[in-house]
């Protein structure tokens, strides 16, 4: 509990901060109903107030994305992470949030020597034959320097930026509290699920900062790629890497925005396309470890019709019983089986109410299914109908688990990158062997034969627990320990606010004795007094002014709160 009350008031200078930046892009109600009244006055009367009406009238996903672009890091990810739930938030908002860019203006090079030296063990120039000073690119968290190994090989040094670490911290620390905040108190944001969103956040973003973690993620992504020469993942130099810096091969190609210079050296926008798609589909489908950010920025397009990527920062995990449940929903949308969609939506949302929420859905996918009756399947768009699928769960206030809710918005990427290379791109003829693939293997006599062995082991293990399982609960309910707790929210609340009420009663009746205590001895004994003349009567009237200005002053933040 200390060290709580010691971490909120190190972080009372950041909370400030973020208090002041949306109180400046039109946000003063939240920061109230946050519980951030103090800092709100104090950014009131550092701002200018008309600037906050001007920007409460640009778009709310656009000063939402301003603002965080405006709080720094942490929250340009935040927003980053925000922009892949397109099961929480509608288009507008992802399209808009889509847009945070990671970069930032570069630090000079002195500013970097200590980190880079520390991280190296020694100093650059003792290890690098040359390293270009002016860095290469830079982003929130790292920038990037090209440098030269005594053989001559080019290498990138990505570094994290000098004390970036404690910031962010301070920053996840007040995003968790605000998160129970608003789940507490704004029921109508209850279902954006913000403590999910923060901790999925608050995973993703620590290891994104561990550089070691992200060299770890392509090496495993290029041994599933060893047996295709067509896709290149630059080599780790790990004498060099940790968890501050990530040294890896340089790579020299055409950057995968750059369509016309790919056209223009000789390559096949059309191959480009189907390898690229090929390549993801089998990280998500097959291996079922992706690159979740596909996108031109981290591709490069070589030689020989090959594609390079890089930036592992972001990457995606399924499961096998995940991916086969994957294929079964694309299987059943061909198949118009909107039963088995519907069910399969319920049971990833993981939180339906019961037959009426499933009526309701089959009803609407029933129907969504239906207008692609006689569709061929080549004319199907996989990436529209899963944007569908999800606006159907929005609209019913279902979400998606964070792995599956970043698939979608990797496919979405990726067809966007397909149609780029090639306006004829079939994202669905792409993924249909692989569909199949998964779900032929599925059924597989060894497969069935290993999960039929899993479930029997997992069986065994329950039943051979048991008996110690039912003596521990005898044990427990003999001594008289055995508890069950039944969590009531609405309960709770109710006893905070009777606590509170009883604290102002209690001051009250000490008020109120003060001033009869005080007025009894100013007309006994006028000549009581303190040793510097002051007296005691008088003394307990000020006691009693300030106990009964705080009675109506947590009265009245009482009646604002409510």
Not at 20 to 29: E, I, K, N
Not at 153 to 182: F, H, N, S, Y
């Amino acid at each position: 509990m200390w060290a709580e009350a010691v971490s909120a008031v190190r972080d009372l200078g950041r909370l400030h901060d973020i208090a002041r930046v949306l109180v400046r892009y039109g946000f003063g109600d939240l920061v109230r109903r946050i519980g951030l009244a103090g800092a709100l006055e104090r950014a009131g009367r550092a701002l200018k107030w008309n600037d906050a009406d001007t920007f409460a009238q640009i778009a709310p996903p656009m000063r939402v994305r301003r603002a965080l672009e405006e709080l720094g890091p942490s929250f340009i990810k935040l927003g980053q992470i925000a922009s892949t739930r397109v099961d929480l938030f509608p288009p507008e908002w992802t399209d808009e949030l889509g847009k945070l860019q990671d970069a930032a203006p570069a630090l000079p090079y002195t500013s970097i020597h200590e980190q880079l030296t520390h991280a190296l063990g020694a100093a650059p120039e003792s290890i690098f034959a040359r390293l270009d000073t002016t860095a290469l690119a830079a982003a929130s968290l790292a920038q990037v320097h090209r440098a030269w190994l005594a053989d001559g090989t080019a290498v990138v040094l990505k570094v994290r930026r000098p004390g970036i670490g404690p910031t962010i911290e301070a920053d996840l620390r007040l995003l968790a509290r605000l998160a129970m905040i608003i789940e507490a108190d704004a029921p109508e944001l209850r279902r954006y699920r913000p403590r999910e969103v923060v901790r999925q956040f608050s995973r993703s973003l620590r290891r994104e900062l561990d550089f070691s973690a992200e060299a770890r993620s392509a090496e495993r992504i290029a041994a599933n790629f060893a047996h295709r020469p067509d896709i290149v993942i630059p080599r780790i130099h790990w004498q060099w890497t940790s968890e501050q810096l990530n040294v890896q091969d340089c790579i020299e190609g055409i950057p995968g925005h750059q369509l016309m210079a790919a056209e223009a050296a000789g390559l096949d926008r059309k191959l480009l396309a189907r390898r690229g798609a090929n390549a993801v589909l089998q990280m998500i489908l097959e291996n079922g470890f992706f690159h979740a950010d596909p996108h031109p920025g981290n591709l490069f397009y070589l030689p020989g019709n090959r594609i390079a990527f890089i930036d592992f920062g972001m990457v995606g995990r399924l499961s096998e019983a995940r991916r086969h449940q994957l294929a079964m929903l694309l299987d059943g949308l061909a198949s118009r089986d909107s039963a088995r969609v519907a069910d399969i939506l319920l049971d990833w949302s993981g939180n339906g109410n019961g037959d009426r929420d499933m009526d309701a859905l089959e009803e609407e996918i029933d129907a969504f299914v239906d207008q692609y009756h006689g569709v061929p399947l080549k004319a199907l768009a996989l990436t529209a109908m899963l944007s569908d699928l999800v606006t159907i769960l929005r609209e019913h206030e279902l979400a998606l688990p964070p792995d599956l809710a970043l698939l979608i918005k990797t496919f979405i990427t990726l067809e966007g990158l397909g149609r780029r290379l090639d306006p004829d791109f079939d994202m669905v003829a792409e993924a249909k062997p692989f569909l199949q693939h998964q779900l032929l293997a599925h059924t597989a006599p060894t497969a069935m034969l290993k999960r039929g062995w899993r479930t029997v082991g997992s069986s065994l293990e329950f039943v051979s627990g048991l008996p110690r399982d039912l003596r521990q609960l005898l044990r427990a309910a003999r001594q008289g320990t055995l508890q069950v707790k039944v969590d009531v929210v609405p309960l709770q609340r109710f006893g905070e606010r009777l606590d509170r009420a009883i604290s102002r009663l209690a001051l009250s009746i000490v008020t109120a004795a003060l001033i009869i205590g005080s007025a009894i001895i100013l007309t006994v004994d006028r000549e009581a007094a303190l040793p510097g003349g002051i007296s005691f009567g008088w003394l307990g009237f000020g006691a009693a002014v300030v106990g009964g200005l705080w009675v109506l002053l947590s009265i009245w933040r009482a009646t604002r709160r409510d």
